[in-house]
């Protein structure tokens, strides 16, 4: 099941864990995921995207199945490392709170098309507003919860404590009929929120968000910030050519290990025939496409003093340094080091 053209897209991965949760409670999967309409090949494929009505009706079905109106919120305590892959990686490599949080608002993209962060100043308080981007959408309950509260949680696990509150705001109605919800909200935010506000988000004191990660790890970040930018440049609009959808794809691909045609044209769902037939119609070749994202993105990553030469040469799919400096000398007569060096 492929998602449909011109439908908001949504990582697997949120849908994976809502799964994972529902199956904890005793919900039946196999009716979860037709009532959902949520495919199960998704599950073992990394890189899968489902379509946002999907992911919607998975929270629903799963707080409906479970019996927990509440499903959302409490399923924000079972987040754990790695669980949304890049993104939250580059979040929890960040040195300092207010570094993770600018993370999330950066490359939240990479899970979901619409969904955004934004860190809004108001004097020595942060507002972090979540919201959908165009198309007069937003988020339904379930999932506008569980993403607020997996923020604090994730901010007292890589922090070591608990992230204090202000304020907690919501989009939508309070839950009807729903005994204790007041104590539910407050066990986890620390404060009652507010209900039917302009926008969803969550307020904290400027100072609180200078809290040191302590286990932040800058190489790891370096690495992993600079793979979440090339897989960010990876998700923009494509052009009308299969070229510049093969230059996408190796963008998103190059840290991955080789790149075959076959591996592209799978990740297009061509066969490698059709994909080989349809780039000779556009008068290009694929080793010409792999070579000019190699060197554009070379260019790019030798430019940030950040990364290590090696780390370069890992991020644009080299077993080791040697292929990528003869590379590199081909491309522009010298040096990854002459250059960085030129460029101070």
């Known amino acids: 099941m492929s998602p449909r053209a011109g439908v908001p897209q949504v990582s697997a991965r949120i849908g994976a864990l809502v799964i994972d949760v529902a199956s904890a409670r005793g919900v039946e999967l196999q009716r979860l995921m037709a009532e959902a309409g949520f495919d199960p090949a998704w599950l073992d494929d990394p890189e899968a995207r489902m379509p946002l009505p999907v992911e919607e009706a998975l929270w629903n079905r799963a707080a409906a199945l479970s019996g927990d109106p509440l499903f959302g919120l409490h399923a924000a305590a079972t987040v754990r490392p790695g669980a949304f892959d890049v993104l939250d990686y580059a979040v929890r490599t960040a040195p300092d709170l207010r570094s993770a949080l600018q993370r999330l608002a950066r490359y939240n993209r990479l899970v979901h098309d619409l969904a955004s962060f934004a860190l809004v100043e108001d004097g020595d308080r942060v507002r972090v507003e979540h919201r959908f981007e165009g198309g007069g959408l937003r988020p339904c309950r379930q999932a506008s919860e569980f993403t607020l509260a997996a923020l604090v949680v994730v901010a007292r696990q890589i922090s070591g404590a608990p992230l204090r509150l202000l304020a907690v705001e919501w989009a939508h109605a309070a839950p009807d009929g729903v005994a204790d919800a007041t104590a539910a909200y ?38 992993v910030t600079a793979h979440a930018e090339q897989l960010l440049a990876a998700r923009a609009p494509a052009g009308d050519t299969v070229a510049a959808r093969v230059r996408q794809a190796l963008a998103a691909e190059m840290a991955n290990g080789p790149l075959t045609l076959a591996r592209v044209a799978g990740a297009l769902h061509l066969s490698t025939r059709s994909l080989q037939r349809r780039l000779d119609a556009e008068g290009t070749r694929f080793a010409e496409l ?8 070379a260019l790019r990553y030798v430019a940030d003093r950040r990364l290590a030469l090696g780390e370069v040469a ?30 101070r």
């Open 186 to 223: 407050a066990a986890v935010f620390g404060v009652v929120p507010l209900f039917d506000r302009p926008v969803s988000c969550v307020t904290v004191r400027a100072a609180d968000l200078q809290r040191a990660v302590p286990a932040a790890d800058p190489g790891l970040a370096r690495i």
């Open 290 to 297: 792999v070579d000019e994202v190699r060197r554009e993105l």
């Open 314 to 343: 890992f991020l644009l799919g080299y077993a080791e340094p040697s292929p990528f400096h003869r590379a590199f000398r081909r491309w522009t007569g010298t040096t990854p080091a002459a250059l960085r060096a030129a460029q």
